[in-house]
């Protein structure tokens, strides 16, 4: 099981449902569908499995890049929403 190497050095397993949770709100004021949402939600949470599968231990920064990087891939917007809530609010 990979292991998350938080921000402020704690480590916890791996929880897919904190990315799901994530692009969930990254989505919210997209205008999809809640369809959509899913799929969107599905498709790069995918990616991102398959990428950390190969992983035994990861930052949890590592993981929020390769995010962006797969939203960058299929909603660039969501990927822009995104950051700019993390510009907004967690750089203080």
Partial sequence: MT????????IEPFNPNKIKGALQKA???AGYTLEEKQNIINQVLSNINKKLDEEKE???ETIKMCLLTELDKC???IAKSW?????KYKSR
């Fill in 3 to 10: 292991k998350v190497v938080k921000k402020k050095g704690d």
């Fill in 27 to 29: 989505t919210i004021d």
């Fill in 75 to 77: 909603e660039p917007y």
């Fill in 83 to 87: 950051r700019r809530f993390d510009t």
């Fill in 58 to 60: 990861i930052k949890s």
